[in-house]
């Protein structure tokens, strides 16, 4: 899924920040992982992910949600919005894949 998704923006790397795609020096300790996804909402997946998030090991893991779809005001979204914390999640609905990209970069994920 990776290059298909990179080979969409491809194009736009020469219009990206110069930080992107960089390899990132330490001190980052802990792994940054993100979850880019449309089903943040009342859906199976997120019914199936919900608790997912709770289970990384804070210490090993910090972990980013990209939600491209709009806010349902779900139980489900409001879960997992809630076991990432508002500061790591992000409503990326109606938002280009170029500037999610950018977002995803800047959170150096």
Do not use: W
Request: aromatic content about 12%; proline content about 5%; hydrophobic content about 40%.
């Amino acid at each position: 899924h990776a290059i298909k998704a990179y080979d969409k923006i491809k194009y736009l790397k020469d219009f990206m920040p110069p930080t992107f795609g960089l390899e990132l020096e330490p001190p980052i300790y802990r792994l940054r992982v993100g979850y880019i996804m449309a089903d943040f909402r009342h859906h199976v997946t997120a019914h199936l992910l919900q608790t997912v998030f709770l289970r990384h090991d804070e210490e090993r893991f910090e972990v980013f949600c990209y939600a491209l779809n709009k806010d349902d005001r779900s139980a489900f979204r409001f879960r997992i919005r809630q076991s990432v914390g508002d500061d790591h999640f992000r409503d990326m609905s109606g938002i280009p894949d170029h500037n999610v990209a950018i977002t995803v970069n800047n959170d150096l994920v």
